[in-house]
């Protein structure tokens, strides 16, 4: 059977052609690699492991953030590599570490055998499972469908601005919620999706962080989305 896991930078290229702004990520396939990328993003850079079949890199420790020099680079690089076995390791991504205050959400879909797609929108970061704050919701979303999808959840109201924190800006964040419908109804091979975190201020909205599965077609190759075709 073929591959049915994006990598994250697949799936952020499927997200940024259907206009979900996401943050700039690099595959770096060797330990010298890695640091060449992080020198020429800037420090400091967050390092992934890059895996065609890991689905939550968090939970094996191959996520650092704040990584300020080329011997921190190599010294996660390493860590990660030891860790796993070479099946799932295929290197890594470097990416900008994005700074600035925001807040941390989730949008995700999955499928259900009855009602197709179904789209998931709330709180997120990595205590997304313990908070429990979203609102679910069935495709497709216009702009007034998406204004009252993020009234549902309780983050709504520190989205408006709390505690000296500007509002997010609400228009941008519904137009990523329009756009991530689209995306699911167009790319019929697609079984699961999430962004998380997807990063939320009065700059804008990026996702950093990405996961895509797809449909096997009839159990051989895996159908991969138009947006990563090159033909």
Not at 71 to 94: I, N, Q
Not at 97 to 117: C, H, N
Not at 179 to 195: C, G, H, K
């Amino acid at each position: 059977a073929g591959r049915t896991l994006l990598s994250e930078t697949e799936a952020k290229s499927v997200l940024q052609s259907f206009g979900v702004p996401v943050v700039q990520t690099f595959v770096a396939e060797t330990e010298e690699e890695a640091v060449w990328r992080a020198d020429q993003t800037g420090y400091p850079v967050v390092i992934k492991i890059h895996s065609h079949t890991l689905t939550h890199k968090t939970d094996v420790g191959g996520v650092r953030l704040n990584v300020n020099s080329a011997d921190a680079v190599r010294r996660a690089w390493r860590d990660m590599a030891s860790a796993l076995p070479p099946a799932d390791f295929a290197g890594v991504s470097v990416q900008r570490m994005v700074k600035g205050r925001g807040l941390e959400l989730i949008l995700g879909a999955s499928t259900d055998p009855q009602f197709g797609p179904v789209l998931l929108f709330g709180a997120g970061g990595t205590l997304v499972e313990v908070f429990q704050d979203r609102a679910l919701l069935l495709p497709p979303v216009t702009d007034a469908i998406a204004r009252r999808w993020i009234a549902e959840t309780r983050i709504h109201k520190a989205l408006l601005g709390v505690r000296g924190q500007p509002a997010v800006d609400l228009d941008a964040l519904s137009e990523v919620l329009v756009n991530f419908s689209r995306m699911i109804l167009a790319e019929r091979s697609i079984v699961e999706a999430d962004i998380n975190p997807l990063l939320a201020s009065a700059e804008g909205i990026v996702a950093l962080d990405a996961r895509i599965v797809l449909r096997p077609a009839g159990g051989g190759p895996v159908d991969v989305p138009a947006a990563l075709c090159v033909c």
